[in-house]
Each structure stands twice: as C-alpha cells, then as structure tokens.
C-alpha cells in the first residue's frame, strides 16, 4: 500500500521556520494536501494542490514539492502554530486516500 | 455555515456493530464527495471510506473492506457508516468529511466509537 513518510517530531523557535518533509512512493506524481491539527480539534487544512493556501490561512504558511519530496513551510513560526500536521494525498490507482503519520510541530 | 454533526458513536463489544451518522448542513450534500476518517486518540490519522455524491460508487481503506459499509440519503442530507465485525483496533474518532476534489475542505468533530468487553 502507498506510504507517505513524515519526521514525527520538530522543534523551532519562535521567529524561525519550520519546515515539513512528506515523501517517498512517487509523490511527484500526485497532489499533496496538508492538515493542521490541534490539540482537541478536528483538523483544518492549511495547503491543498500542493501550493495553494485555503482563505483565512496566513501567509507564513507555505507547501512545495520537489521530486519525490513535498514541503509544509511555515514562517515567523508562532505559538499558536504549535499543533500535528499531517500531509495527505490520493491515490488513484487503488482509489484510496493516505496521511503522512503526522509531524508534531513543538514550538520552543 | 457548513455543519457536519457525526453521531451513533458509543461502546460496544468486539463482533458487534454500530451505525455512524453524519447530518449535514450549510451546504448543497448531494453535489460532494464525502469520506470518514478515524483517529485513534494520540495517533494520526486513518482514511476509512469514501462514497461519490449521488452515492453510485465507494472504496474503502483495506482495514475495513467487507466489514465497514458507507452510504448517503441525499434526501436528508445524511451520510452513513455501517460497521459490524467490530475489532479492538477500530475503537477511534470517526469524522465525518467534506471532498473539494481529493482534499478535506470541511470537517465534523468526531464521534467516538470504543470496542471493548
């Protein structure tokens, strides 16, 4: 079955950025979507097709994807930012969709 | 305002099954995909199900196929998870979701289903 790959933990400082691997299993060829998830909530989605920011996502939140690697990038990282993230694609040849095991982004 | 108000969640003993439901509201149900997804409390997140909007075709993740069934009514803007053959290791939240073309837009909060004796 398709495998999304991400580091389960990161730590960043205030100010700094905090960037997001999700990869492996030929991520190139799909769209990948990511998730913020805090604590008690349901999650909210901060970038779709790879690139693109939802309205009312602030701007400090960023994705990329190059090769077989997609990028969450969140800038000027805030308290506020601290939460799990997850990376999701769908995969078409079996008609499933998939999450990253989820990084828990730790602001210190 | 988009809504989605899962229900149905509770106890329930392995071999057993629970209906999940999912009322929508604050938007045209009948033109979107909609999906479950689970969570084991502390854990990521799982793909359960997924049916299209007139509810024609589904698919599964291979841990529930032939034991978990999704369906819709399109009439009450309802979405359904019919689950029997209840394992320890389906106990999770169960989120009722929103399809915008392969991505969640909108989610629900959750209704938790515990199978335990």
């Known amino acids: 079955s398709y495998v999304l790959t991400q580091p389960p933990s990161l730590s960043v400082a205030p100010g700094q950025t905090a960037s997001i691997p999700c990869g492996e299993n030929n991520v190139g060829d799909k769209s990948v979507h990511w998730y913020q998830q805090k604590s008690g909530q349901a999650p909210v989605l901060v970038i779709f097709?790879?690139?693109d920011r939802p309205s009312g996502i602030p701007e400090r939140f960023s994705g990329s994807k190059s090769g077989n690697t997609a990028t969450l990038t969140i800038n000027r990282v805030e308290a506020g930012d601290e939460a799990d993230y997850y990376c999701q694609v769908w995969e078409s040849s079996s008609d499933q969709w998939v999450f990253g095991g989820g990084t828990k982004l730790t602001v210190l | 305002e988009v809504q989605l108000v899962e229900s149905g969640g509770g106890l329930v003993q392995p071999g057993g099954s629970l209906r999940l439901s999912c009322a929508a509201s604050g938007f045209t149900f009948r033109s979107f995909w909609m999906h479950w997804v689970r969570q084991v409390p502390g854990k990521g997140l799982e793909w359960v199900s997924r049916i299209n909007n007139d509810g024609s075709t589904t698919s599964y993740a291979d841990s529930v196929n032939g034991r978990f069934t999704i369906s819709r009514d399109n009439t009450k803007n309802r979405l359904s998870l019919q689950m029997s053959s209840l394992r320890a290791e389906d106990s999770a939240l169960y989120f009722c979701?929103?399809?915008?073309?392969?991505?969640?837009?909108?989610w629900g909060q959750g209704s938790l289903v515990t199978v335990s004796s």
């Open positions: 097709y790879n690139d």
């Open positions: 979701v929103r399809d915008l073309n392969t991505y969640f837009d909108y």
